[in-house]
């Protein structure tokens, strides 16, 4: 056997530090995680009529692993909060129940799971409104065309142009994400995740470059993040903060969601979520940040915006942002982060974790199936380790 020099000798070595940090455990509020690998939320649009079904339970038991986590797809929390085909709700009888076969599914494998609460707001065609209304927002300005909204029949087209919200309606917008809270619990989720992120509803009230209401939930910052505290404060009232977590993309640009100074608009999220579990006397399950963009990974812009709101943040901090093995390892032991989020490479390798220990090589994923209706292809039958198609 031919020895290894001192370089590979080396490389070895920071290899195995660098995947004893990633797969230490972690408390994160109640639960007793083992590893830092965390399953992102990723829309499928495989919940035929918007109900989770067994190929969901499927697609994520096939994921989940003894102490790790799990946060599920995008879940549209209300009719009016679809945006995509075939998403799974969290509104009605009949998607509680199909989501408890899910969970049941997910803790029989040892698992925590999150259910992550959506509303996409202006980011929707009216074919997806009740009786083809506008989509809802905090304006009445239409999303560019640069963004396509993903029709029934697989074609794109055009955002339809937004409502804005009267101020008297909002308090029944976070109604309806406080009774999806607790639906979730009911179904068997371990918790929530307040979708705030990617362009949807609440980043829709967050980022100057849609919010242009000149009442009390826009123009400054306080005002802007008004809707997102009181979703959070309702969500909480209703399930417990030791239940609850946040997703914020201040940084990205998606569905035409920008902001003037996305720094700021940082900081400011992670001082009132500070004060808000300081009031609290407990902390928020974790902060999740959505980072770099679908095509290229995390600038040094972006990245300083990230340090400081690591610096600032009082509790679980883990960033989502195209990290590979080598870049998550790096990340978690630097204290950049405490769990590391992975959308794209879980889509393709249903045992992630366990090629991550051992360092194996991982399937490719198939975008063109990301978001079609079949249950089996693109969706349950990427191989695992040593399997073959």
Same mark, same amino acid.
């Given at each position: 056997m031919q020895e290894m020099s001192s370089d590979e000798e080396s490389a070895a070595a920071k290899d195995q530090l660098g995947s004893l940090f990633l797969f230490s455990p972690y408390k994160m509020g109640g639960w007793e995680l083992k590893h830092r690998i965390v399953m992102a939320p990723c829309t499928r649009c495989r919940a035929i009529n918007y109900v989770a079904n067994e190929a969901l339970l499927q697609y994520y038991s096939q994921r989940a692993t003894p102490g790790g986590l799990l946060i599920s797809e995008a879940t549209i929390i209300s009719p009016q909060? =679809?945006?995509?085909?075939? #998403?799974?709700g969290i509104y009605t009888a009949e998607q509680v129940e199909g989501w408890k076969k899910v969970t049941e599914a997910v803790h029989a494998e040892g698992a925590i799971f999150i259910c992550q609460l959506w509303h996409v707001g202006r980011a929707s065609n009216s074919v997806y409104q009740p009786g083809g209304e506008s989509p809802l927002s905090s304006t009445n300005k239409a999303i560019s065309e640069r963004w396509k909204i993903l029709m029934p029949d697989g074609s794109y087209a055009p955002a339809s142009r937004p409502r804005a919200l009267a101020a008297d309606e909002i308090p029944n917008i976070v109604? +309806?994400?406080?009774q999806a809270a607790i639906n979730a619990i009911q179904a068997g989720f371990d918790g929530v995740e307040v979708h705030g992120a @990617?362009? @949807?509803?609440?980043? +829709?009230?967050?980022k100057d470059g849609i919010n242009d209401r000149t009442d009390l939930y826009g123009g400054s910052l306080d005002n802007r993040c008004k809707f997102l505290m009181q979703v959070l404060d309702a969500v909480v009232e209703a399930v417990g903060i030791e239940r609850v977590g946040l997703?914020?993309?201040?940084?990205v640009y998606c569905n035409d969601a920008h902001d003037s100074d996305p720094s700021a608009l940082s900081l400011a999220i992670v001082k009132k979520l500070n004060k808000f579990q300081e009031s609290a006397g407990k902390k928020l399950t974790h902060l999740h940040v959505q980072a770099g963009s679908l095509t290229g990974g995390i600038d040094e812009k972006e990245a300083e915006v990230l340090r400081k709101m690591r610096e600032t943040y009082q509790g679980t901090f883990m960033v989502c942002g195209g990290y590979t093995r080598e870049s998550g390892m790096k =990340?978690? =032991?630097?204290?950049?982060?405490d769990l590391v989020p992975y959308g794209r490479l879980f889509i393709s390798n249903p045992d992630l974790v366990h090629r991550f220990r051992i360092n194996a090589p991982l399937n490719q994923y198939d975008y #063109? #199936?990301? @978001? #079609? +209706?079949d249950p089996v292809k693109g969706y349950t039958d990427y191989p695992l380790l040593g399997q073959h198609i």
């Open positions: 909060a =679809a945006g995509f085909p075939h #998403t799974a109604k +309806q994400f406080r @990617y362009g @949807y509803i609440i980043d +829709q009230f967050l997703k914020v993309s201040p940084t =990340a978690v =032991a630097e204290g950049a982060m #063109t #199936t990301f @978001y #079609t +209706q």
